[in-house]
């Protein structure tokens, strides 16, 4: 274990083996930081937070920070709980829930590039990658392997799905499916094609998924209508969980861009 002689390391904090702390770093009570972490010059580690094994934050980086909300007053213990193998580039700031025994969770290799900003209570999931200047508001939900590309804004409880590709530099308002790609306004623009052949998933869904994704946005059905046509054809897992997320939306779906039907390129 290495600890850089200004580092401020609290008593009450613990800290696993082989770990690096940088310069003028600051790791508070309440803190466990697992095996084999490297915290850079300036970190701050909130109170309340566990941090698993092989993660590596950087320079400035805010983890665990008092949420940004009126409802919050000192002395509520919430938490935030980051996976292991996770990287958080410089300045990027985790802010834990305003409410008591609340978590903020971040999974397992998850990558969050500079000046993220990830908002209280928010909940992300094993192997997101989420680029630049990107800011999650308070209750977002990211599911696996979702890719969020820089400069996107996420508004509060929004859902993004598993595999889901995000424009830059757009807005989400609403909901967006598993399995698709934004364009830069946060509009459904198609399957994510690249991304499911990425994540080894086999031609046959991802024939299932583009015939599914064009039925529900691109065919002009009604939401209800164009669930019933997608059910009424074979259910491939794949599919059903397209299905099921669009079901439990509360904040609605993203809509299309406005088209009547996938491009080539976008169709596979």
Do not use: W
């Amino acid at each position: 274990m290495a600890i850089h002689p200004t580092a401020i390391v609290s008593p009450e904090a613990e800290i696993g083996n082989n770990v690096e702390i940088g310069p003028y770093a600051i790791i508070e009570g309440d803190v466990k930081i697992g095996d084999d972490c490297y915290i850079d010059a300036h970190v701050k580690i909130g109170q309340y937070t566990t941090i698993g094994a092989r993660c590596r934050i950087y320079l400035g980086a805010y983890v665990g920070a008092e949420p940004q909300d009126h409802r919050f007053y000192k002395g509520i213990q919430s938490f935030t709980e980051i996976g292991s193998d996770t990287v958080i580039r410089e300045y990027a700031t985790i802010h834990r829930p305003p409410f008591e025994f609340q978590k903020t969770v971040i999974g397992n290799h998850v990558l969050l590039m500079a000046f993220v900003h990830v908002g209280h209570d928010t909940q992300i999931a094993d192997q997101v990658t989420i680029a630049n200047n990107t800011v999650l508001a308070g209750h977002v939900q990211i599911a696996r392997g979702a890719v969020l590309s820089a400069d996107i804004r996420v508004h509060q409880f929004c859902r993004i799905g598993a595999l889901a590709m995000i424009g830059a530099a757009g807005s989400v308002l609403q909901d967006v499916p598993p399995f698709c790609m934004t364009d830069h306004q946060g509009l459904i623009a198609g399957v994510n094609t690249i991304g499911l052949r990425r994540a080894g998933m086999a031609s046959a869904p991802r024939l299932a998924l583009r015939n599914a994704i064009r039925t529900y946005f691109f065919k002009g059905l009604n939401g209800k209508n164009a669930l019933e046509e997608i059910q009424s054809g074979e259910m491939l897992p794949e599919v059903q969980h397209f299905v099921n997320f669009i079901k439990e939306s509360s904040r609605g779906i993203s809509s299309p861009v406005p088209r009547t039907a996938l491009t080539e390129e976008s169709a596979e």
